[in-house]
Nanobody, 127 residues
Framework: QVQLVESGGGLVQAGGSLRLSCAAS????????MGWFRQAPGKERDVVAA????????YYADSVRGRFTISRDNAKNTVYLQMNSLKPEDTAVYYC????????????????????WGQGTQVTVSS
């Protein structure tokens, strides 16, 4: 069992930065790959980035590649999403989620494959 709690969201002007954190509880955190998803009003939940259990492999959605960076600290049971050069279209509720490591390579972008989800944190980017 893994419980996830996101923090770090807020209101920022376009061009600004935010760092989201996702704190995990449970002794098996390092057995899971992790992902960040986002959902804007009226839209589907889409993957933003994902990271392997070791942190050695990452994937990004095309819309955020080069602006966002995902990382994790297994000693602190925490995964991060550093967001730079934010745009109004990045406005959404951001969720972290955990996927079994064995499914990560083939299913990192598929929300249905993630077993555990946080409650979400709102990110609003003003123009």
């Amino acid at each position: 069992q893994v419980q996830l709690v996101e923090s770090g969201g807020g209101l920022v002007q376009a061009g600004g930065s935010l760092r989201l954190s996702c704190a995990a509880s449970g002794r098996t955190f390092s057995s899971y790959a992790m992902g960040w998803f986002r959902q804007a009003p009226g839209k589907e939940r889409d993957v933003v980035a994902a990271i392997s259990w070791s942190g050695g492999n990452t994937y990004y959605a095309d819309s955020v590649r080069g602006r966002f960076t995902i990382s994790r600290d297994n000693a602190k049971n925490t995964v991060y999403l550093q967001m730079n050069s934010l745009k109004p279209e990045d406005t959404a509720v951001y969720y972290c989620a955990a996927i079994p490591w064995r499914n990560y390579g083939s299913s990192w972008s598929k929300s249905d494959e993630y077993h555990y989800w946080g409650q979400g944190t709102q990110v609003t980017v003003s123009s």
